[in-house]
């Protein structure tokens, strides 16, 4: 959950009828969302296999892209990944051996060591951004339709 997002509590849940019964619409929005997601896990378990990468592997290319300059330091990929310190130097390190990043010292903390996209991971990352996000178009017609039907039922409710 994302930093100082609250949970409400509401006396009656949205996309209830009687307070206890969920509106059939409710069902339909989450499968059509579930459908969309599976849809397009699918299509990227079969793109990255398909380019020798994992999904880990892809989301931490994705994490080290988008982080200042290109380069992140393995505490902070690990906080973005959502995983233990130790297992993102492993996945550091599977990451330099396939090619895809390379270690760089930093110049401000000789202690520390960025990670940085090296030249092949730079062109694989851009190759399987685009296929996905090409799936990801394809199936915007459901979520959104999906996700348009579960917030009118939220705010009925």
């Not at 020798?52 to 990944?81: D, F, H, N, W």
């Not at 940085?116 to 996000?133: I, N, T």
Request: no cysteine; hydrophobic share 45%.
């Amino acid at each position: 959950m994302p930093s100082g997002a609250r949970i409400n509590s509401p006396a009656k849940s949205p996309g209830t009828t009687d307070g206890d019964t969920l509106d059939p619409g409710v069902y339909e929005g989450l499968a059509g969302v579930r459908l969309a997601m599976r849809r397009f896990l699918s299509f990227s378990e079969a793109a990255l296999s398909e380019a020798g990468v994992t999904s880990q592997q892809y989301q931490a290319l994705l994490v080290i892209k988008v982080a200042p300059q290109g380069r992140i330091k393995v505490r902070e990929l690990s906080e973005q990944m959502l995983i233990q310190h130790n297992s993102a130097v492993q996945l550091v390190d599977r990451l330099e051996l396939a090619g895809l990043a390379v270690r760089i010292p930093s110049v401000a903390d000789k202690r520390s060591v960025l990670v940085g996209l090296a030249e092949y991971g730079e062109r694989v990352l851009d190759a399987l951004a685009r296929r996905h996000l090409g799936a990801m178009l394809e199936n915007e017609p459901l979520l959104l339709e999906s996700l348009a039907r579960l917030r009118d039922l939220a705010q009925m409710g």
